[in-house]
T-cell receptor
Framework: GAVVSQHPSWVICKSGTSVKIECRSL??????MFWYRQFPKQSLMLMAT?????????EQGVEKDKFLINHASLTLSTLTVTSAHPEDSSFYIC????????????FGAGTRLSVL | AQKITQTQPGMFVQEKEAVTLDCTYD???????LFWYKQPSSGEMIFLIY??????QNATEGRYSLNFQKARKSANLVISASQLGDSAMYFC???????????FGPGTRLSVLP
């Protein structure tokens, strides 16, 4: 069964509004979670590393003020797309690792964001 | 810098036959992990198989096996007895042992024909 839960799976919003996406690790604690963005027919692009209790680490070119990440607990990380615009429309997916040794990343089901 | 190459943008295979999806990687790290994920049209990323760089044997998980050739820096995924439900995008990924960030390849779209 799923070990990482992501919500919502699909969201439509108006331009200028903010959207929050939740990523939860089920029955395990994740001090680190990852947020990816995926454009159609392309691979996953790492946006940021979410660290519990501290600031997220953003990849080069990702606007930290646009994509706010909060990792307030060991089982929950949130990504807020602020003042969304049509170019922010994409598939966003989070992951967390449950196994320390192999560090296998388990992914949420993803969130499809459409900004009108 | 690390890089994953998947040279097959699309592959076709007949149902019940085996198929090999290619993956080559480039890294200077002495220790790393290699992963394969399946992404069906629903979008979720499903973990398939893991290979550690120091593992002596090739990894196997049910119908999935990883043909690991360290000297060639290749980690091909072999799917035996293909099923219609295997039709999806397949991503090869790598992570250095000292870090947590994954690097993904561009993916291969597999289509299983009835």
């Amino acid at each position: 069964g799923a070990v990482v839960s992501q919500h919502p799976s699909w969201v439509i919003c108006k331009s200028g509004t903010s959207v929050k996406i939740e990523c939860r690790s089920l029955d395990f604690q994740a001090t680190t979670m990852f947020w990816y963005r995926q454009f159609p027919k392309q691979s996953l692009m790492l946006m940021a590393t979410s660290n519990e209790g501290s600031k997220a680490t953003y990849e080069q070119g990702v606007e930290k003020d646009k994509f706010l990440i909060n990792h307030a607990s060991l089982t929950l990380s949130t990504l807020t797309v602020t003042s969304a615009h049509p170019e922010d429309s994409s598939f966003y997916i989070c992951s967390a690792s449950r196994e320390v040794a192999k560090n296998i990343q388990y992914f949420g089901a993803g969130t499809r964001l459409s900004v009108l | 810098a690390q890089k994953i190459t998947q040279t097959q943008p699309g592959m076709f295979v007949q149902e019940k036959e085996a198929v090999t999806l290619d993956c080559t990687y480039d890294t200077s790290d002495p220790s790393y992990g290699l992963f394969w994920y399946k992404q069906p049209s629903s979008g979720e990323m499903i973990f398939l198989i893991y290979q550690g760089s120091y593992d002596q044997q090739n990894a196997t998980e049910g119908r999935y096996s990883l043909n690991f050739q360290k000297a060639r820096k290749s980690a091909n995924l072999v799917i035996s007895a293909s099923q219609l439900g295997d039709s999806a995008m397949y991503f090869c990924a790598m992570r250095p042992s000292y870090g947590q960030n994954f690097v993904f390849g561009p993916g291969t779209r597999l289509s299983v024909l009835p």
